[in-house]
C-alpha cells in the first residue's frame, strides 16, 4: 500500500473503485487486514463463483470467510440428508483449506431454504460478529431458489451493516444466474489451479465436471473481457457512491 495513512475503510474504497478490481500487492500487515465473507448457497457455490478473488485476498494475508447457507443436504442421490450433509460438510473443509478460508454452516437445509425475519435477523447478527469490509453472496436472479434465499439473506443484513461494498458473484451463466452484466473483475491467471482444486475437492459433485463444462469456459470468458488469461466478474454496490443526475435530466 502506497499511502501508510490511508484507513482500512479507505483502503477498501481505494482498491475496489475500478472496473477492474485491483487486489493489493503487498501481504497485508495487522494495519491494512481487510475481512472478507462470502456467502453462497450450498457447498461448491462460492468456490465457483469467487474462489480465484477469495484465493487471492487470502494468499495477501487477508482474514477469509465462507459462510454457507446450506451443507448441500439433498445433494447426493442415495443418501440420506444427514449423511450427505457429512460428505459434503467434509468437502468444505477441504475446500476452504485449499483457498485459505474459514468455514462456517448458517444452518438451512437444502432445498428448504427460506427467507424469514428469523432468518435474516440470524444472518444479521452471523455477518455483524465477522464485521466484514467486503462481502460476496449469489446474485439474486437466479434460477436455483437457494441461491436468491442467500443473496436476499445476504442483502438485507448488508443493509443493517456498516460493510460498505457488496459483490454478486455468478455461477453456472445462463443455466442458473441471468441476467448479469458484471461492472468489476478480478484477474485469476495465478490462481487458476487454486479455483480448480478447491472444485476438484467436492468430488460427490463432480467437481471437475463443474469446471470443465462451465467455470473454466467462464473464466477464460470473462479474461478475455478485460485482456487476462482467466478472470471473475462481479456486480458491485457501493453504499458509499453518492451517484448524481440521472443521464439527460
Known sequence: MKDPGLTRRGFVKQSLAAVTLPLPANTAGPETRLKIVCVGGHPDDPESGCGGTLARYAALGHS????????????????????????????????????????????QTDGATEVTHAQVDAMTRLLGAENPDILFTHWPV??????????????????????????????????????????????????????????????????????????????????????????????????DHQGGDLPGL
Not at 67 to 76: A, S
Not at 79 to 98: G, Q
Not at 179 to 206: E, R
Open 64 to 107: 477469509v470467510t465462507i459462510v454457507y447457507l446450506t451443507r448441500g443436504e439433498r445433494g447426493i442421490a442415495g443418501r440420506s440428508l444427514d449423511e450427505a450433509a457429512r460428505i459434503r460438510s467434509a468437502e468444505c473443509e477441504t475446500a476452504c483449506r485449499i483457498l485459505g478460508a474459514h468455514a462456517k454452516f448458517f444452518g
Open 142 to 239: 437466479d434460477t436455483h431458489m437457494d441461491h436468491q434465499v442467500a443473496s436476499m439473506l445476504t442483502i438485507r443484513s448488508w443493509m443493517s451493516l456498516n460493510t460498505p461494498s457488496l459483490y454478486f458473484f455468478e455461477v453456472d451463466l445462463g443455466s442458473q444466474t441471468e441476467g448479469f452484466l458484471p461492472n468489476t473483475y478480478v484477474d485469476i491467471s495465478t490462481v487458476v489451479d487454486q479455483k480448480k482444486a478447491a472444485l476438484f475437492a467436492h468430488v460427490s459433485q463432480d467437481g471437475r465436471g463443474i469446471w470443465r463444462e462451465h467455470h473454466e469456459i467462464m473464466a477464460q470468458w470473462r479474461g478475455r473481457e478485460i485482456g487476462v488469461a482467466a478472470a471473475e466478474a462481479f456486480i458491485h454496490l457501493n453504499r
